[in-house]
């Protein structure tokens, strides 16, 4: 199955070499992916663990870039997992995570999300697509899935304060709408007839004032919110 078509991707280059950790409870999930990272250009895979209670160990022994995490397993989730990896009290720089799904609109993904991850990926995605993500989320980049996101967080109730209290401009307001849709600086910038550097500006401030470490989360908190509605 390839990636959703509402996925912002951007090309990137083969510069440097990404480490990458795998952690999964299906040996044979772990070896799939395995052949596919090994495989690519710049793309190392440097360690395994198959439950989340394993994940932090193996990230002081291996330093990954990026971590793949199944988000269903027996003993601790990708859920709990990721609140763990990326707990701020933690030493500095944590991995990017991607979460690992077999169904686009599980439930658990969208709590991984605001627990942290830089995105998810479907298990039946093609392994460029992996190999891609990958590269996305080492740079950095969010790999957002807006119409995904969407239709997760309207099986919710939204949590109801709206981001009131981010206090956000009503310049900001518009541009995480708009972030929201899942467009690039450079779309925003030609729909509000700004600069890329300003609007860059402006997301910089949108993710300072909720609190969140990329786009993804939010996007994520704009539409758990209600900021942004589902229907």
Do not use: C
């Amino acid at each position: 199955m390839n990636l959703p078509d509402d996925a912002v991707l951007d090309a990137v280059p083969d510069d440097g070499r990404v480490r990458v950790a795998i952690v999964d409870d299906e040996p044979l999930v772990r070896a799939g992916l395995r052949v596919v990272l090994d495989a690519e250009p710049g793309l190392s895979v440097v360690g395994e663990a198959e439950d989340g209670s394993g994940v932090l160990q193996l990230v002081a022994d291996t330093r990954p870039d990026v971590v793949l995490m199944d988000v269903r397993m027996p003993r601790v989730d990708g859920i709990a997992a990721t609140r763990a990896l990326l707990d701020p009290s933690r030493p500095a720089p944590a991995p990017r995570v991607l979460v690992l799904t077999t169904f686009e609109n599980d439930d658990h993904v969208l709590d991984a999300l605001q627990a942290g991850a830089q995105g998810f990926l479907l298990k039946r995605a093609w392994p460029e697509e992996i190999a891609q993500a990958v590269r996305l989320a080492a740079r950095g980049d969010s790999l957002l899935f807006p119409d995904a996101v969407r239709r997760l967080a309207a099986g919710r109730p939204p949590s109801g304060d709206a981001l009131a209290s981010a206090r956000l401009t009503e310049r900001e307001g518009e541009v995480l709408r708009l972030m929201a849709d899942g467009m690039s600086n450079a779309e925003i910038a030609a729909e509000l007839y700004l600069g890329v550097e300003t609007v860059r500006t402006h997301v910089g401030n949108v993710l300072g004032k909720l609190g969140v470490r990329d786009r993804t989360q939010a996007v994520v908190r704009a539409y758990t919110s209600g900021f942004v509605r589902t229907g």
